[in-house]
């Protein structure tokens, strides 16, 4: 590792502003208002109930309780990536040492962080401090947009409710309260998604999205089988396995058909278990499995030849199955580093990997899946910090390899450029010009 | 790769004494007495079967022998890290150097062996030497543990006769013969459990353990299927496949009811399969398959919530879903690096996912699996180095990594501790304050 | 990484000959005859096709025209290794620096490569200044040996029309062709076998080899069984999923007894996925599976105990797989790094797993898998640059390693030969001392 090299790699991507193509962040009111906001965050209280177990219980709705409550705890998990993220949010935004993070200090921590959060202006001094320039959000079909500021968040449409569970009836009611009429015919299912995708693309869409179970398939379905699904959710409520996945197979086309029509990319993030830990805190208890491979989206992939995919896989199994087919497929695009995956060691090898094999024009760096603006910049910058350590990896090795030319600084700056900002504006379509 | 800084560090670890959390080590005579028994591990007529086709045949019951035809066939293994164990030990505890391992001199080193291995007092020599604090065994139900030192061993107990081999008439009578009668009814099947949970528990009962096939799935069995089963194994012998598998579940449920009672852990060692290789040597018949998922433990972890799960998986393949259980579950600790992953490569790879994702008290460093107490040292400084290496880059990534306080040698040293000391000492309910 | 060892070790490592043990070189012609040819290779038009989608479709008949139309593509590969294999072949074979390569060029880059390329010479020029000792051919049954250059190609034998292919009328027209009659029974089967053995033997016949899909179960089948299938394909044509499978298993025996015969090793190739891409350039619509297992081929490897089974496989997930099967399996020989795992970063992960635990005298450390003998050399460079690497790494842990001997550069450079030269030569039976 040459420190110096990396450090003064990593210093001039560090300056880049910040594209962030996936995040959770609710547009309304994006930054959080307090400390215990941000240690609500999953990765805090599902480590912590790790750590000592709580019955995945904690004092969510009282963020100053919470602070009290899992600050003892997070001495137990000072060694993780996760940690490191709290306390450049410390630094950065509250001016707290990491020397500051004690038990006893609970008190201090939280006012502290009223004093600087409760701030009117807290969010545009948060944006503006951490150059972020464009925010992608994760939305529901009827989540109210309006008002929605789109010069600096994109909405995106995820696609759950009509894929996955059609067959809850409250699910179902949903749609169709929002369709304005119930949802009897395939006819009524195609408005449902017409009457979505009018919505978020007069808010500026970014894409559509999924995060997809393990062993989901895609296949055509004819509408002969899809409608019969439809009438039986309709009369027996949920179906059985195979037919649900019959059933989203066929929904997914739709949606597929839509982002056709409109233009826009399908963001697959595949390979989740919703549900397997009983014990855990509200979402920390979703794992994924290792056993899964992408030939379930042979059939989708080649049926939307006009429609992009940008990939995100869960598993590390996954990850060289996405190089390959975005090696070879024009319309798959490996895109950040998910959840369990978006730590360092598998960060490193999937950065270099994309790198030696995928063409450069794309690889989509990296999304920070926050759901406060404030974690956006932590955690890029663990993103930021890896290339720039692979970038002078092959800086250094290009100065001896017998097959390559310098490597240059330029070079590398040009690369992190690609995958961090002129990738994703060219993939989802964004001008930054203006 | 900081040279200075991971002799620095690896010194100072390699001082700590050794708490050795899984072994084969056989307690009435735990050191060699020659180096024959030394090379008669498994790992040396396996690699020399390998190497030089024996159609795995040694002569296994004459030590001086097996020396004398397997020493011409080491120089072929000398790029194995098994290679560098035995030299390990050649060097520590016999004082020849490398050099002397050629095949003419194999009776020198024989007789060499036989010199100090075959002192009275070797086996204290040895674990003085080589500051071994603590030895886990791996134990049968009707293992004669009558005057066991507790003081240094910890026997745990092996549960697949109970789980897995029930179908068996030769292992039912083995169990019926403990349990002093006939084993007809669930009753008796718990009474055997609860005699041998006793026993164990008498002389200080480390935890349960399973070296658990591919494609294992914990559930719930309901009492009159599993006595059905026990029906049918008594009056037809084996059961088929699936029937084997609910028994197993069953008696897997029943063992952790009896670690519930007696609050000791269950170490689960996912993923082998068994006698695969036709032609191998004892114990070198067995692989594993990178096909397989933790998500069939999924029952059993959440049912016994009060239950620890020390857990090691045999594929490489497996290791990110032990990392992200042990990071969202309370009740699993990863524990080693096991057999065929039981290499640098792989070692390095988890210790850095563990270190930057699991909870520094959750993670169980190293076990050596030992057959004999000569194995301990070198495979404890093989995974040492491995940690020196990965605390070293720790260190240097801190100074200037943008998301990290400076991590120290101290920092370091303490993770060291937790992983090697503190954290078994916990996890497994041990004290060496006295 | 110490760039200075590194450079010295593969300084040296690159002054060996290279034998190259898998190629699709055609032998009558095996250099390019122009930069078109070096440009129709897969890895560019399907990196083309990628990059920028052009339906599959480049006019690959008109070689000057394809170089006219991939050159400005390729500026978005300059990432890809396989974009540095063409700037070697262009620097050491054409003499055109990096920096011709642009666009408005494409014509002088042509002619130049003619002018280089043309030359009745060539093949030997190159082959001098590339310093290839042997090349290993893919050939099928039917190909056309006379006159074939037995002193620097080996013939080795494709055996996809056998055991995949039987089902396809036109394929097993081909196979009566060749054998002279029908073939109706198992006796004319076995007899097409042994023609193509008399065959390929006389021209030195290196292995008989496949490119085996995912999922390939290997298994005993009775001749009954096998007689019934070859009925079927006879009257009906191709079989269903399952028989196909076991016709596969049939043969895949029947061709192993031959090796077993003529003492040839067979050349297993694991885990392809075929024609999953619908839109693709030519040899660039397949992919791999993460989710494969060797056990699928214990009852091969079991059962021909005495014939070597170099193995390749295409996933990272097998990687390891490969390596314990290497490891324990006496006739199972871990052999390059094939396809899409043939890049850097696993090539590395690999290389290191397989020195640590597989006896040296196994490991066959890479083969090209050139379409064109150009490719072998920057090919070959970039293995050798990693095993550089690791070697060096190796030659670094070993002065501060507690378990390791000094690791001199003498061991080094004597472990890449055996890698590269000695274990291919034993393992293939060549005889380099003429």
Redesign the interface.
Known sequence: ?N?TL??EL?EII?SFPIVDVHTHVRWKKGAASNIGEILSYHYYT??A?????QEGKFPFDDPRELTRVILPKLQ???????Y??L??ISREYLGLD?SEWYPENWEFIFDRSVEVMDNPDWEEQLVAQSNILRVFLTNQYDDDLEGLDTSFYTPCLRTEPFVLWMGQPEQRKGLEAFLGREIRTLTDFLEVIEKTFTKFVRYGMGYAAMSIPVGFETRYVSEDDAQRLLNKMRSEGQLETKERQIWGAYALNRICDACRKYKKPFHLMIGV?RD?????VPQ??D?????????GY?YL??TY?DVRFPTAVL???????L?????????VYPSGHWW??N????IA?EI??R????????IIGYFSDAYYLEFIL?KF??Y??ELALALA?RM??S???????PFTMDDALE?AEDLLLTNPARIFGLDFSG
């Not at 794992?287 to 030939?295: A, D, G, H, I, K």
């Not at 190089?323 to 024009?330: D, E, L, M, N």
């Open positions: 590792m420190l990396v450090q990593y560090d599902e480590l109930n790790s750590a000592e177990f137990l998990i000072s060694n993780t990536v996760q490191d993220w306390m450049t990491a278990d397997v830990y009983a014990h855990g920390g208890t794992l994924f499995n290792s056993v899964n491979s992408m030939r042979d992939l080649n030849k598993a590390d199994t996954t990850g060289l199955e190089v390959a087919s975005s090696w070879i497929r024009h319309n369990y995956s730590q360092p060691t598998d090898r270099r990997r790198l030696d094999v995928v063409p450069k024009n794309k932590p910058r663990m930021k910090f990896e250094e090795r100065l001896v390899h017998p097959n390559m030319e690369l």
